[in-house]
C-alpha cells in the first residue's frame, strides 16, 4: 500500500485511522456502526467495554493506552468523557475558525510561561539500530527548532538531552520519545500538556522509517499535540470525522496546517507549520 494511501486521516469516527495508518489493521476495529451505538448509548456499560475492546491499544507495563482521535494515546475515562461529551448534544458545529487549542474544563491547556523550558530524551535502547536512533534524534530536534523559531517572543524552548538518552528518567525530562516495534495503528502518537506524567511520551513506530510523509513533519505535528494543539479538521470538515468539543478555536481554517490530517482535500505531505499555524501560535503562546 503506497503512501498516498496510506494517509494521515480517513474519518477518525470511521476507522480510527491515525498518522499514516498501518495496513494491517486489528480485525476488530471499531465501524461507523460501533461509534453510532456507543453515541447514541453512552452509559451502556456493557456496550462501552465492548467497543473498547475495538481500539488499538499500547501496553505501558501493567497500563493499557487506548489509540484515540488517529495519533493521541488516553486512558479509559478520556474516552468516556469525551463520548459523554459527544453524546450530550454539546458537540461543535462545523467552524471556519480552525488551529484549535486543547481544552480541560473550558480552559486553554497549553505551557505557561514558568515551564516553557520543555526538554526530551530518545531512548536509544528501544530503538531497532544506532542509525534508526539518530535519525529519530536528529529528527525530532528538527521539529521541535520549527516550532520555537515560529515564535521568538513566547520563551519556549525546546532542547533534546542526550545525556539521558541511554537511560531516560521522566522526572528528569518533560517527555520521552520512545520507538514500539509492535505498534502497527500508527506512525507517531503524542499527548497534551495536562495528561499525567507517566504519559509524556512520544511513541515512534515502525512505520516511521518508510513512510512516504515527511518525517520531520510528523514531528512537527506530534510537538504540535505536545504544545496543546488540536487536529485542524476538528470540527467537521467532511472526509475527516468529528472528535470532541474540548478546544477552542485560535484562527480561520487552514487546509495546510501542520495539524490537518491528509483527507478532506486538505492537508500535506510535509506537515510544514503554515503561516497560520505560525499566527495562531503566537497569538497564544505569545500574548500570555
Excluded at 60 to 82: M, S
Aim: charged content about 20%; proline content about 7%; glycine content about 6%.
Amino acid at each position: 500500500m503506497n503512501g498516498l494511501r496510506r494517509t494521515l486521516a480517513l474519518a477518525i469516527a470511521a476507522s480510527l485511522v491515525s498518522l499514516g495508518a498501518a495496513n494491517a489493521a486489528p480485525p476488530t476495529r471499531a465501524t461507523p456502526a460501533d461509534f453510532a451505538a456507543i453515541y447514541a448509548n453512552p452509559w451502556n456499560d456493557d456496550l462501552f467495554e465492548a467497543f473498547l475492546l475495538k481500539l488499538p491499544t499500547v501496553r505501558r507495563g501493567a497500563k493499557v493506552r487506548y489509540v484515540w482521535q488517529g495519533d493521541l494515546l488516553v486512558d479509559r475515562e478520556t474516552i468516556r468523557r469525551d463520548i459523554l461529551a459527544q453524546s450530550s448534544g454539546d458537540a461543535p458545529a462545523r467552524s471556519n475558525d480552525e488551529l484549535k487549542v486543547m481544552t480541560v474544563n473550558g480552559v486553554p491547556s497549553f505551557w505557561p510561561r514558568n515551564k516553557r523550558n520543555l526538554t526530551f530524551a530518545v531512548d536509544r535502547a528501544s530503538f531497532p539500530s544506532p542509525s534508526a536512533y539518530q535519525t529519530a534524534a536528529a529528527n525530532l530536534e528538527k521539529a521541535a527548532k520549527a516550532w520555537v523559531q515560529a515564535c521568538p517572543q513566547c520563551g519556549l524552548q525546546m532542547t533534546h538531552l542526550a545525556q539521558y538518552d541511554a537511560a531516560p528518567d521522566p522526572t528528569k525530562v518533560t517527555f520521552v520519545a520512545r520507538y514500539d516495534k509492535d505498534e502497527t495503528s500508527f506512525i507517531a502518537a503524542a499527548f497534551f500538556p495536562a495528561d499525567p506524567l507517566e504519559d509524556h511520551v512520544l511513541v515512534i513506530a515502525p512505520e516511521y522509517f518508510t513512510t512516504d510523509f515527511d518525517r520531520v513533519g510528523v514531528f512537527r505535528h506530534e510537538l504540535g499535540h505536545v504544545l496543546g494543539y488540536r487536529h485542524e479538521h476538528i470540527a467537521g470538515i467532511p472526509g475527516c470525522g468529528v472528535e470532541d468539543n474540548n478546544w477552542k478555536p485560535l484562527t480561520p481554517y487552514d487546509k495546510s496546517s501542520v495539524m490537518h490530517y491528509f483527507c478532506g482535500g486538505a492537508g500535506s505531505m510535509t506537515l510544514a507549520l503554515s503561516p497560520t499555524d505560525v499566527a495562531g501560535h503566537r497569538g497564544l503562546y505569545g500574548a500570555q
